[in-house]
């Protein structure tokens, strides 16, 4: 079987003899990492000029604090070579003063927003650390927060104690605190739904040690940028406060105290004001320069685009491939033969999963919305079940309630829920931390898998050095032997990566890798070849398999194609609006022998599934799966069912036994001879 490897970005397959674009080695590599080191020229700028302003901050004082200070004989004096700016109404050198009230003005703006960055990150942060209740409560009290304008708010403070520096410091630190905990609390919320948190959960981080390792790195650049808006911000309005008097007092002064003397002064010296203005101005610019510089620079994303887009370019003179990736995955002989569950006979084999009864619901005011209505399910060693269906069907809810992952908004319960003979039923206890080396999991899309702010090797070895304690080395060690069995081409460079410099398909193989790394009991492949190329899908399959036949791995494979399911599973699970509706052995579904009108529907809409089955035109199926608000009382499929009777609309069917396998279907079921004993819930 021939395989050209062209990943979304430009992954090509080492099995298949190509090198892989974006992955580079050597001195490419070293060619690479110096050209990424290059400074963008917003922080060039920025910097140059902040530094420049700190200096002057430092030393303008000294070197002009007396002159100053000096009265002059003229007052309002005009522009002149002696005092560029002028002379105030009580005939102090205006150029002078800008320059000595640069110092209380930095320092005070500084401190401001510090104070506004540190109370926003206590917030916005601890609300994502907290529990469900406080989670939502906390998130409506910064909307609120936030709909106050923050000078109006700095005004109430600053009004309720004596003005001063310090109170206009802190009235101003609070007033802007709500923005900063908005942006970072949801920043931190987005980034907590990535993968790479939900495996990290897994790993049973605490929520602290996630916080700082996955999600603060991850959000510090639109953090920082928007802390030198802030800065510049901040500025603005120190200045607006000490121009109506509630900010320095005299004799301290700074920039917006001089604006303010300026602008009394306009109509008779108009130069005066320009002097506090422009230090605003190009002190807010060189903030808001440094900012985007430093997000440009953190951000590994775009340190690695130069390099993405030449392999992009390498990726799309490539030649297309006809043949789809399941064809590619069936066409090889060898493994159709070997798709039976092993030697040994079912009886013989361990249990690995065991669920009964589960259940999933989302609360949406007080109305609970079932997600995962009873599922039933055992899962062998070595035996590959497959979840179909279509989308919303509740796959990978049950999935991740399985593996102990739901989203924290989601409550579930279950008779029966045991990993490994662990007994993890209980929805209130915390999940073992031994769940993290029972289970593995490889998610749909390879870009969220991966923390983006960290090396692959720091992640990949993470299971083993935070469960088992092994060493670095040895882990290291282990872990470029696992990505050799994944087939990822030079894996001790990799692991010294960024993932985004790893191609589509390399991240995918990577993360399967991680998954194997604690010889987990199973692995949960959550539509693994979905996002990828459809060349690279046929390699995952393949590369899921070997992994099944050579460690005796369960897998619990999710994908809403049949053709997938048919071509890599053991046992098959059909999935419809929250249940399992058919669980039969592949080889029925191979065969066409198929039980329940939505199976049925499925396997018309899907090109040639069945062994020997003639090229047919497809029979999309109409209509949609009821939202789980909508559910109807009796059978779900009713309304696209072609078989439906009055019972169906009434009488939700139970899942039964039938033939080789079971079936939620009235019609169906309806032959009384050919009905075995209850299979599963309901
Ligand atoms: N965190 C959540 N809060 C509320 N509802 C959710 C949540 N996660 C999933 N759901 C809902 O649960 C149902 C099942 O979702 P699930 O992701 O399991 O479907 P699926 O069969 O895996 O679909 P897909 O193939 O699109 O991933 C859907 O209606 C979905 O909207």
């Given at each position: 079987m021939t395989t050209i490897g062209v990943g979304a970005a430009g992954a090509t397959d080492e099995s298949a003899g190509l090198t892989d674009p974006t992955g580079p080695t050597g001195a490419n590599a070293a060619a690479n990492r110096r050209r990424r080191r290059r400074l963008p020229a917003p922080l060039i700028i920025g910097a140059t000029l902040l530094t420049l302003i700190v200096l002057l901050a430092v030393v303008a004082p000294l070197?002009?604090?007396?002159?100053?200070?000096?009265?002059?004989?003229?007052?309002?004096?005009?522009?002149?070579?002696?005092?560029?700016?002028?002379?105030d109404s009580l005939g102090r050198d205006v150029f002078y003063r800008t320059l000595v009230a640069t110092r209380l003005t930095l320092i005070m703006a500084a401190a401001a927003t510090i104070l506004a960055v540190g109370i926003g990150t206590i917030l916005g942060a601890g609300i994502v650390l907290a529990g469900r209740r406080v989670r939502s409560l906390g998130g409506r009290v910064i909307d609120l927060m936030v709909s106050y304008p923050p000078v109006i708010v700095a005004l109430a403070i600053t009004a309720i104690f004596s003005p001063g520096r310090v109170s206009v410091v802190v009235a101003i630190g609070i007033a802007f605190s709500p923005q900063f905990a908005r942006l970072i609390n949801t920043l931190a919320n987005s980034v907590s739904s990535k993968d790479y948190v939900t495996i990290a959960r897994l790993l049973g981080l605490s929520r602290g040690r996630v916080l700082r390792r996955h999600v603060l790195p991850n959000i510090a650049a639109p953090v920082l940028v928007l802390t030198s808006v802030g800065f510049a911000t901040t500025i603005v309005t120190l200045s607006g406060l000490s121009f109506i008097g509630l900010g320095v007092q005299q004799p301290s002064y700074d920039w917006g105290q001089l604006l303010a003397s300026g602008l009394r002064d306009i109509y008779v010296n108009p130069i005066e004001a320009l002097g506090p203005s422009l230090a605003i101005l190009v002190t807010g610019l060189a903030a808001g320069l440094l900012g985007d510089g430093l997000a440009q620079f953190w951000d590994p994303r775009q340190q690695g685009s130069r390099s993405r887009r030449s392999a992009r370019a390498v990726a799309t003179s490539m030649p297309a491939v006809g043949e789809s990736a399941e064809d590619q995955y069936l066409s090889d002989r060898s493994l159709s033969a070997s798709r039976q569950l092993g030697e040994a006979t079912v009886a013989d084999r361990p249990v690995v999963a065991s669920i009964r009864d589960l259940r999933v619901s989302a609360s949406r005011g007080d109305i609970d919305l079932p997600l995962v209505r009873g599922v039933s399910l055992e899962i062998l060693a070595?035996?590959?079940?497959?979840?179909?269906?279509?989308?919303?069907?509740?796959?990978?809810?049950?999935?991740?309630?399985?593996?102990?992952?739901?989203?924290?908004?989601?409550?579930?319960?279950?008779?029966?829920?045991?990993?490994?003979?662990?007994?993890?039923?209980?929805?209130?206890?915390?999940?073992?931390?031994?769940?993290?080396?029972?289970?593995?999991?490889?998610?749909?899309?390879?870009?969220?898998?991966?923390?983006?702010?960290?090396?692959?090797?720091?992640?990949?070895?993470?299971?083993?050095?935070?469960?088992?304690?092994?060493?670095?080395d040895k882990a290291r060690a282990m872990a470029i032997e696992k990505l050799r069995e994944a087939r990822v081409s030079s894996p001790e460079t990799r692991l010294k990566q960024y993932p985004h410099e790893l191609s589509g398909g390399m991240r995918q193989r990577a993360m399967i890798a991680m998954a194997l790394l604690s010889s987990p009991k199973l692995l949960i492949a959550d539509e693994p070849t979905t996002a990828l190329d459809v060349t690279v899908q046929a390699d995952v399959l393949r590369l899921l398999h070997q992994i099944n036949r050579t460690h005796d791995m369960a897998i619990l494979m999710i994908s809403h194609d049949i053709k997938v399911i048919s071509a890599l599973c053991h046992r098959v699970c059909v999935m419809y609006a929250g249940r399992i509706v058919e669980e039969l052995p592949v080889a029925e579904l191979r065969a066409g022998r198929v039980q329940h009108p939505y199976t049925r529907a499925l396997l018309a809409a899907t090109p040639a599934v069945a062994e020997g089955s003639r090229e047919r035109p497809l029979a999309p199926l109409a209509g949609r799966p009821p939202a789980p608000d909508r559910l109807p009382p009796g059978c779900s499929f009713v309304d696209r069912c072609p078989l439906a009777m009055p019972v169906c609309a009434t009488v939700d069917p139970r899942l039964l036994v039938h033939g080789e396998g079971a079936v939620a279907c009235h019609a169906v079921n309806e032959v009384p001879l050919r009905i075995g004993a209850d299979h599963g819930a309901n």
């Open positions: 070197l002009w604090g007396s002159g100053a200070e000096k009265l002059n004989p003229t007052i309002r004096a005009h522009r002149s070579g002696a005092h560029p700016l002028g002379t070595g035996e590959i079940v497959g979840f179909v269906g279509e989308s919303g069907s509740g796959k990978s809810v049950t999935a991740m309630a399985i593996a102990r992952l739901l989203a924290p908004e989601l409550s579930w319960s279950a008779k029966i829920l045991e990993i490994n003979g662990r007994d993890l039923s209980d929805s209130h206890a915390k999940p073992p931390v031994e769940l993290a080396s029972d289970i593995g999991i490889v998610f749909q899309d390879p870009s969220t898998c991966f923390n983006p702010a960290l090396h692959v090797g720091t992640q990949i070895t993470e299971v083993v050095r935070v469960h088992k304690k092994v060493p670095k």
